[in-house]
């Protein structure tokens, strides 16, 4: 039996947009991932999905509830202290690639390594091994304006890879992907899994994606549906 | 820092004005503290020589040595030769000034038409072993500073002089129809000592009094007096013989406008001039070594001000500048603020980029700035005969170093802003 890798309980979010607008984004909502899961997070748009994803990566904090990742109380845990985790335990891939524009695919990939605490040496050594993996040795000099959707979102993928972290959290990691594509991205992201033995959690829209889940969370108004 | 010159290229016009709003502060910077640096190494230099010693003046003598006509104006040798025996004095050296050029009595205005210091003779008591305590000898450009072994008409020139005349050591230089050889030129010191000529204090004792009618008359009865002897003079009217005995009296060496005083070893120099000032309250002027100090002292400080505050003006208003752009790139990369929040960056880690960032800003502002300052400040040098700028490689890397820590600066309250950034915040810029 697998541990369990992300438990949250109850998470509440409610952002304040003005005085009279608020908006509730998670009502009470549960989620239990176990190690090398692959889970899938789908719901209708504003249900909170990605709300979800950014507490469960640290990059923001529930209001109420409890958050546990790999063992750690990460509910109230500070800016400080977060960091860390986001650096060595989660990996990101996002919708819209979001590589940084001024850096080649290469530096775009050694930056994680970079905040993960890696030498240089060994940081342009794992880079350009990941790289490789992605298939794109001959793309690693070319930034992000000179690589296709498909490209850019494995060297996206490469980056969230760098610090061989336990969690992948990827939101709508096809988004921007033709349907040959994502299911290109789909086929990296299990084998990645299966190999290596990576937990990931994937917010989608995409049913095909969805299907490729081991696990689906329902998420509907904040709540689990 | 490949990165940090990529994310300035990206807003290259704007990198370039901030760059340029930095070089022109650090060029001012450089112009003015050159500038400042050069003349206080001058003022310095100045405070050093005149704390050195104890300068008397005679008891009602205008500081100036071109007020000191009258008989009164002068410190007798027999006063020179007591306050050298006031406990705690080393030697005493007596001092003649005039002006180079004769002055024309029918037109007394024309001195006061003349900008800054007028050329003037000074005469230097050899004799005596007075010695500077601060600054034994002034630095020589060429050749060296008068001894009493040089021939009585040997000459030391200022800087200026040697310039303005197309003097070089060895040349002939006539003053006030009398023929001097040039044994030393003296290096530039901006002050005084350029538009002096050094010479014997017998000769310019000579020259003063060829200069004044009074002096003049005075010596000529002395020279005739002179030749009367002890006992033709005995056999004079009383009131002939009295007359006479004055004329008698007259010397050369009693022909000292001012005096500097040294004092000994283990001695502190204003209680030795406080010991003179008791003494010859009645006869002479003393200026203490810590008095004149203090003088040369308040007006560096004026000066100071206000060349260092115009280039501090301009160097806040950079400063501004590079916040403002530090400022402006950082709310344009929000998202790559957030994406790298996301990647694990500490806030530390951001701080530190953004910082940097701003400090090479600062950096390569100061650079041009400096490297354009010492331009035109060694093309001012070249081109004008007085060398006003002093350009060290200690205050051009200071410079430059300076920028730099001006960016950090500038920077870091930008950087702080940016690493403070919520991570989601930034992220939903996506």
Known sequence: MNKTIIKATQLKKTYTLTKTNKIQALRGLDIEVKEGDFTAIVGPSGCGKSTLLHMLGLLDTPDEGTLVIDGIDTSKMKEYEAHRIRANKIGFVFQGFNLIPALTALENVMLAGKYGGMKITERKKRALELLGSMGLSDRVNHRPNELSGGQQQRVALARALMNNPSIILADEPTGELDSATSLEIINTLKKLNQEHNQTFVIVTHNDEVAKACKAILHVRDGRNA | MKEIFR??????????????????????????????????????????????????????????????????????????????????????????????????????????????????????????????????????KDGHMITKDDPTTAITIGYTIANDNSLKVGDTFKVRGKDFQVVGIADQTLTGPDQYVFMNINQARQLLIDAVPFLKSLQERSDEAANISDASLAKLPEATRLQIQEAKSFKLEDINQMAAVSWKDGEDGDTVANRIKDQ??????????????????????????????????????????????????????????????????????????????????????????????????????????????MLSPGFLGGVVAFSFVLGIIAGVIPAIKASRMKAVDAIREL
């Not at chain 2, 910082?355 to 060694?378: P, S």
Request: no cysteine.
């Open chain 2, 7 to 140: 994310n300035m290229w990206r807003r290259k016009m704007r990198s370039v004005l901030t760059i340029f709003g930095i070089a022109i502060g650090i060029f001012a910077f450089t112009v003015m503290g050159s500038m400042s640096l050069k003349i206080n190494k001058m003022i310095s230099g100045g405070k050093k020589y005149i704390t050195g010693q104890i300068t008397i003046m005679p008891k009602g003598s205008s500081a100036s040595a071109y007020g000191s006509m009258g008989g009164s104006s002068f410190l007798a040798v027999d006063t020179l030769n007591k306050i050298a025996e006031v406990e705690g004095v080393q030697a005493v050296a007596g001092g003649v000034e005039l002006a180079l050029k004769e002055v024309d009595l029918n037109d007394p205005s024309s001195q006061s038409m003349s900008f800054g210091m007028p050329a003037t003779i000074e005469g230097m008591d050899l004799e005596t072993n007075f010695e500077n305590r601060n600054w034994a000898t002034m630095d020589m």
């Open chain 2, 280 to 389: 010859f309250k009645d006869e002479a002027v003393v200026l203490s070594p810590k008095k004149m100090g203090e003088m040369i002292d308040k007006a560096s400080a004026i000066f100071n001000t206000m060349i260092l505050g115009s280039a501090l003006i301009a160097l806040i208003v950079g400063g501004f500048s590079i916040i403002n752009t530090m400022i402006m790139s950082i709310s344009e990369r929000t998202k790559e603020i957030g994406i790298k929040k996301a990647l694990g960056a500490s806030r530390k880690a951001i701080a530190s980029e953004y910082t940097l960032e701003a400090g090479v800003i600062g950096l390569i502002g100061g650079l041009i700035g400096m490297g354009l300052g010492a331009l035109l400040a060694t093309i001012l040098n070249s081109k004008t005969s007085a060398e006003i700028f």
